[in-house]
């Protein structure tokens, strides 16, 4: 971030490198970012009795391949529960809240979930990652009338990896940029960083890292985003 390669972050509360990121974070001088929603895998803020249709008998979040097979048995009071305690364990850390977005997209789980998301995002006015521009043209109908209901405002697409390429590549990146309309302010996903010993233990998303900080990096060395009168913008542009 401080090369402006990438403008935006999402913390994720429910990773036990949540505090040491934080602390991390301060000492580059970063001292606002997103919060990345989490229902799946990871450990919850709340307290396991008070939430049972989240979590499995362990107490942590089911795997997301279950989670989409148990959508209709989630209480969704409980959703809005540790949603609201993950905004919380943000908040407490010191970071600013600039926007939201959900881990695999589970704010696309159900039009319902969804609404509790765009309820917290009003009351903390903040924006939202538009992450159901995903799915298909029907699919896509009912969270697009939800939104109409918030005020709440949304990214307007999200460019991100190809099935065909298990990476963002410069040509996948360039390709979805140019079908980008001067009034749409979408957001490039990707998932940079360097490596370690202890991210390669948890993560399936390793030396790909790397390649997708290298093309981000040369496109911005070469100049690809002044010559295409393309401004790299942080969420704050979207608040109304």
Same mark, same amino acid.
């Given at each position: 971030?401080?090369?402006?390669?990438?403008?935006?972050?999402?913390?994720?509360?429910?990773?036990?490198?949540?505090?040491?990121? !934080?602390?991390?974070?301060?000492?580059? #001088? &970063?001292?606002? %970012?997103?919060?990345?929603?989490?229902?799946?895998?990871?450990?919850?803020?709340?307290r396991?009795?008070?939430?049972?249709?989240?979590?499995?008998?362990?107490?942590?979040?089911?795997?997301?391949? %279950?989670?989409?097979?148990? &959508?209709?048995?989630?209480n969704l009071?409980?959703?809005?529960?540790?949603?609201?305690?993950?905004?919380?364990?943000?908040?407490?850390? #010191?970071?600013?809240?600039?926007?939201?977005?959900?881990?695999?997209?589970?704010?696309?789980?159900?039009?319902?979930?969804?609404?509790? &998301?765009?309820?917290?995002?009003?009351?903390?006015? !903040?924006?939202?990652?538009?992450?159901?521009?995903?799915?298909? %043209?029907?699919?896509?109908?009912?969270?697009?009338?939800?939104?109409?209901?918030?005020? &709440?405002?949304?990214?307007?697409?999200?460019?991100m990896?190809?099935?065909?390429?298990?990476?963002?590549?410069?040509r996948?990146? %360039?390709?979805?940029?140019?079908?980008?309309?001067?009034?749409?302010?979408p957001?490039?996903?990707?998932?940079? #960083?360097?490596?370690?010993a202890?991210?390669?233990?948890?993560?399936?998303l390793?030396?790909n890292?790397?390649?997708?900080?290298?093309m981000?990096? #040369?496109l911005?060395?070469?100049?690809?985003?002044?010559?295409h009168?393309?401004?790299?913008?942080?969420?704050?542009?979207?608040?109304?």
């Amino acid at each position: 971030m401080q090369h402006q390669i990438v403008t935006c972050t999402n913390a994720q509360v429910t990773s036990v490198d949540f505090s040491p990121s !934080v602390q991390l974070a301060r000492q580059q #001088g &970063v001292h606002q %970012t997103g919060l990345h929603l989490v229902l799946d895998r990871d450990q919850p803020v709340s307290r396991p009795d008070l939430i049972p249709t989240l979590i499995k008998q362990d107490g942590h979040f089911w795997d997301y391949a %279950t989670l989409q097979k148990r &959508v209709a048995k989630l209480n969704l009071q409980e959703v809005r529960l540790e949603f609201q305690a993950q905004i919380d364990r943000f908040l407490a850390s #010191g970071l600013q809240l600039t926007h939201l977005t959900s881990h695999h997209f589970v704010s696309t789980l159900s039009p319902a979930i969804y609404q509790i &998301v765009l309820a917290l995002a009003e009351q903390y006015r !903040v924006p939202v990652r538009n992450e159901w521009r995903q799915l298909s %043209t029907a699919a896509q109908r009912p969270f697009d009338e939800i939104s109409q209901q918030f005020n &709440v405002t949304l990214s307007s697409r999200l460019i991100m990896h190809q099935h065909t390429e298990p990476v963002l590549t410069e040509r996948g990146l %360039t390709a979805q940029l140019t079908a980008v309309t001067a009034e749409q302010v979408p957001v490039v996903l990707t998932h940079i #960083g360097w490596l370690s010993a202890s991210l390669r233990a948890k993560s399936s998303l390793t030396t790909n890292r790397l390649v997708e900080w290298q093309m981000l990096a #040369g496109l911005k060395q070469r100049g690809y985003y002044q010559r295409h009168n393309l401004d790299c913008v942080t969420y704050q542009s979207l608040m109304k």
